[in-house]
Structure formats: C-alpha cells, structure tokens
C-alpha cells in the first residue's frame, strides 16, 4: 500500500490516513471512515465486527462486501473469523513473500472453502509465520505485481457487485510466466472454525429446501412433407457393400497411402453415347462454324 498510495508529502501520517488523503483527492464523492488500530485484539476485533454488521450505507445495515488486503495470516484469519461469524461474504487478496505471484478469492461462508478451510502449510505445522522473517529485512516487494493483484481484485469486485461476466471464486498469478490459475474450493468439514462449520450445515439445509428442478425432456415431432415436386429422397442408412459398388478404382499408391474416397465410375445412360467418326478435327471444326 506504500508504493501505491503514499506520496511523500504524506510522510508521518499512518497508512490507512495516507490513503483516505490520496483516494479522496482522487474521488471526493467517496464516503472514507478511517480507522487505524490492530483488528487481531480482543477490542478491536470487536468494534471491527461491529462496523461491518452496522456499517453499511443504509442506516445500521450491514456492508456489501468485504475486501482484504493486510499482509499477514493472522490478520487474515480475525476478518476470516469476523465473516463467518456474521455470514458475510469477502474477498480476500494477497501477494507472495517473493513478489512474483499473488491471488484473489471470493469466500462465501457455508458454500466455499474460507481461509481457515485450507491454511498454509506453515500453519498447519504449527510454524510461528513471526518466525519466517528476519529483524530488520523487508520482504521483496514491487509495485506492477501489487497493482495487477489489486487490479484483479476491483474487476472481480465490479464483476459481482454489478453483476455481469463471470466472478471468479480464486484467481491466481504468476509473473514470471504470465499465468492465471483458476479454481473453486469447496469448504473443509473439519475446518477449525467453529462458524465455517455452522455456516456449512445452514448452506446444505437452505440447498435441501429448496424446490427440485425436474428434468423436461422435449421430444422431438417428426417432420413429414405431404409433397414431394422436387423428387428429393434421404437415406438414412447405406451399407458399406453399397459405397464399394459406387466407388471406383482405386489408384497404385505408395505403401502406407490411402485413399479417402474414390470418384465412381459413370454409366453411360441412352441418348448420351456418341458414334465413332472418321472426320479429322479440322473438319469437325468447319462443320461446326457452318451451323
């Protein structure tokens, strides 16, 4: 967020200041609240609640949708809490450690898998992910990768908010080989979180109720044409004995070459044979130019 937001005269101010200041220079029409504190303590996580049941645009409704973009698996893992808690629908965003790669993904609690439902594998080893970065070292980091994720993320946004195109439940990237991964994660029954699991059950009993679609199979009516003036006729059916007698020879080819089909050979019918004459074409000619 440094790298796509702040500007230097900002220097002091907090993150989350910088980008109100930057984003409503771009946008003043756009209604900003700013809070700046740690959404993984007891308090804060519970005001954090809090403004997303009730901080919707309609008065004490709840927001439309939640974006995640913070840098770290437990800060993930307290809006993953807060969204299956409350059932409310998020999208999830991050960038690799190595800055190359990154994903988005839509999380419906209940219906798909949510970021408890499948952690990463130092999680679920029990690996302290504090333990992974040194004192003093920054993470490599570059601007195109964070503004293509990001970029994904508000296309994906725009997608399901206004509904059109398809919205993409995880979305990947990879910058050294220009690829993008797709896939959709079902939710872990044994999943830690005690409300991905509720959610789960209420998802299948709302599926259950719903009314069975029965499967309408239209027959076809056969199409039958009292009048013929043209003398057309279908074959539904020829033989293979019948395509070889109307086939004709078939050429000397090298071994290994087949012909597809052969032009068969024509009949002459009555009326179309033409006798043998001794006249020169010279003559023929000449007899021609006198009709």
């Given at each position: 967020?440094?790298?796509?937001?702040?500007?230097?005269?900002?220097?002091?101010?907090?993150?989350?200041?910088?980008?109100?200041?930057?984003?409503?220079?771009?946008?003043?029409?756009?209604?900003?609240?700013?809070?700046?504190?740690?959404?993984?303590?007891?308090?804060?996580?519970?005001?954090?609640?809090?403004?997303?049941?009730?901080?919707?645009?309609?008065?004490?409704?709840?927001?439309?949708?939640?974006?995640?973009?913070?840098?770290?698996?437990?800060?993930?893992?307290?809006?993953?809490?807060?969204?299956?808690?409350?059932?409310?629908?998020?999208?999830?965003?991050?960038?690799?450690?190595?800055?190359?790669?990154?994903?988005?993904?839509?999380?419906?609690?209940?219906?798909?898998?949510?970021?408890?439902?499948?952690?990463?594998?130092?999680?679920?080893?029990?690996?302290?992910?504090?333990?992974?970065?040194?004192?003093?070292?920054?993470?490599?980091?570059?601007?195109?990768?964070?503004?293509?994720?990001?970029?994904?993320?508000?296309?994906n946004?725009?997608k399901?908010?206004?509904?059109?195109?398809?919205?993409?439940?995880?979305?990947?990237?990879?910058?050294?080989?220009?690829?993008?991964?797709?896939?959709?994660?079902?939710?872990?029954?044994?999943?830690?979180?005690?409300?991905?699991?509720?959610?789960?059950?209420?998802?299948?009993l709302?599926?259950?109720?719903?009314?069975?679609?029965?499967?309408?199979?239209?027959?076809?009516?056969?199409?039958?044409?009292?009048?013929n003036?043209?003398?057309?006729?279908?074959?539904?059916?020829?033989?293979?004995?019948?395509?070889?007698?109307?086939?004709?020879?078939?050429p000397?080819?090298?071994?290994?070459?087949?012909?597809?089909?052969?032009?068969?050979?024509?009949?002459?019918?009555?009326?179309?044979?033409?006798?043998?004459?001794?006249?020169?074409?010279?003559?023929?000619?000449?007899?021609?130019?006198?009709?």
């Amino acid at each position: 967020m440094n790298r796509l937001f702040f500007q230097p005269h900002q220097a002091g101010l907090s993150k989350v200041e910088a980008a109100e200041h930057t984003l409503r220079s771009i946008n003043p029409d756009v209604q900003f609240e700013v809070h700046n504190y740690n959404i993984t303590t007891i308090d804060n996580f519970q005001h954090f609640m809090d403004r997303i049941s009730k901080g919707g645009l309609t008065e004490g409704g709840p927001v439309d949708l939640v974006l995640c973009c913070v840098d770290n698996f437990e800060a993930r893992l307290a809006i993953n809490t807060a969204c299956n808690e409350l059932g409310q629908i998020w999208m999830e965003s991050g960038v690799s450690e190595n800055a190359v790669s990154g994903h988005i993904q839509l999380i419906k609690p209940g219906e798909t898998a949510c970021f408890a439902c499948a952690p990463p594998l130092v999680v679920a080893a029990n690996i302290d992910e504090k333990t992974l970065k040194r004192d003093g070292v920054c993470a490599a980091s570059l601007p195109t990768t964070m503004g293509v994720v990001a970029g994904l993320l508000v296309q994906n946004v725009l997608k399901y908010l206004l509904n059109f195109g398809t919205v993409n439940f995880y979305l990947g990237y990879n910058a050294m080989q220009d690829f993008f991964p797709t896939m959709t994660m079902k939710p872990n029954p044994q999943c830690d979180d005690k409300y991905c699991r509720d959610k789960q059950g209420e998802f299948k009993l709302k599926e259950a109720a719903k009314p069975k679609q029965q499967l309408v199979v239209e027959e076809e009516e056969e199409i039958v044409h009292a009048d013929n003036d043209w003398g057309i006729e279908l074959m539904s059916e020829v033989s293979e004995e019948e395509l070889k007698a109307a086939s004709g020879p078939v050429p000397d080819l090298p071994e290994g070459i087949t012909v597809a089909y052969t032009i068969p050979i024509k009949e002459p019918t009555a009326g179309e044979t033409v006798e043998e004459s001794e006249q020169s074409l010279d003559e023929l000619m000449a007899q021609m130019k006198n009709l």
